[in-house]
């Protein structure tokens, strides 16, 4: 209210070199000032829009006049409608209607404020520098605006919260049970960032299989878009409180490896040859690092290989393997290799039949030695035993 009586005092004063003395006069003059000021720099503003280059290295510095530019040409009118009640002394006749003015600009300034966190979020990701700390940054920056706005309201109306603060130890206490997971989430989202765990773009798979892309990452939770273009929520302290395994660091590649089996006697070298050509014609295989054709062992019915090549993104693991079995497939039916399929052999024991007795003859099970009679019958690695008679 001070610097408002004393610019009521001074305002006047270049008017008077004009014989101006009329209040009224000088506050339509002061308003018609700041709206014809107001007019100029919302065109000199366009202009400068429509001339600039949305795509040269001051693309920021254009989104940064594109926010400011109408809350700028806003607020000279708001000034000049504040000067001309300071002018024609309502400024102490009639405080609501300045603490209103007062309220209008700080409520412009704080959209202002937001919408250019959110153009500076987006501008980040859509540079090619990582910023890492944006989505993070983007919430802090909307949770700092919006209390400054709150505090400054408080100031310009004169509201009396003491009787807020000498509750607060109970409000608190309530708040904080009633918002235990939310507050818990937060907190998960911060340790999550300075962890470093993820970024936004990256591929993370929990230790309950989910696995996805992360899009969006909040004060309370992380958006995940799925394979099957899903989007899932996910809360950042189940997140912070689980494994979580980020497929897309420190590069954006995966290993994969894949058994593959020939029929025994097959040339082994014949068969690296076609494994390393079928990753050259797999358009989801990375040729660097190159890939590798292990001889892994020799397995019960077959000789068994590992193929282990990188893949151009996690999420096309599947489509990869899908490329080299096939291609696989048909070199190995093209050059005669066999892909033996599981066997297993059956060993029967000739039985010996009691002296004096007529080989030609069907045995009788009371001659009959049941030492000699067992069968033997070996399946899958497991000795069979028939029951004893008394059993």
Known sequence: MIAASHLAVRIPGPFDAFGIENPWLVAVIVFALSYVAARLVEWGGRELLERSDASS????????????????????????????????GFVDSSVVLVDALLTAFVLLWTWAALRLGNRWIEHAHASETDYKFAPIFKNLWTIAAVLGAVLLLISIWNLEITPFLASAGILGIVLGLAAQETISNLIGGVSLYFDN???????????????????????????????????????????NSSQVVNQSTPQR???????????????????????????????????????????????????????????????????????????????????????????????????????????????????????????????????????????
């Not at 926010?67 to 000067?83: K, R, T």
């Not at 590798?292 to 893949?311: C, K």
């Open 57 to 88: 290295e001051t693309s920021f510095n254009r989104t940064l006049f594109e926010v400011i530019h109408a809350p700028l040409y806003l607020s000279i009118g708001l000034g000049g409608l504040y000067l001309s009640f300071v002018v024609l």
């Open 197 to 239: 765990t993820y970024t936004v773009g990256d591929v993370i798979e929990l230790d309950d299989g989910f696995r996805g892309t992360v899009v969006d990452i909040g004060i309370r939770s992380t958006t995940v878009l799925t394979r099957d273009n899903v989007t899932i929520t996910v809360p950042n302290s189940v997140l």
């Open 253 to 391: 590649r995966m290993r994969l490896r894949i058994p593959i089996t020939a029929a025994y006697g097959t040339d082994y070298e014949a068969v690296e040859r076609i494994l390393l050509e079928v990753c050259e014609e797999a358009t989801l295989i990375r040729d660097s690092p190159r890939p590798q054709v292990l001889f892994s062992e020799f397995g019960d019915s077959a000789l068994v290989f590992e193929l282990r090549a990188f893949v151009v993104h996690p999420l096309k693991d599947k489509s990869a393997v899908d490329q080299v079995n096939r291609g696989v497939y048909d070199r190995f039916a093209e050059a005669g290799i066999t892909i033996p399929y599981p066997q297993r052999d059956l060993h029967f024991e000739s039985a010996e039949f009691a002296p004096g007795s007529d080989p030609a003859s069907p045995p009788d099970s009371s001659t009959l030695d049941t030492g000699v009679n067992e069968l033997d019958v070996e399946r899958d690695g497991y000795e069979y035993q028939p029951p004893d008679d008394d059993q």
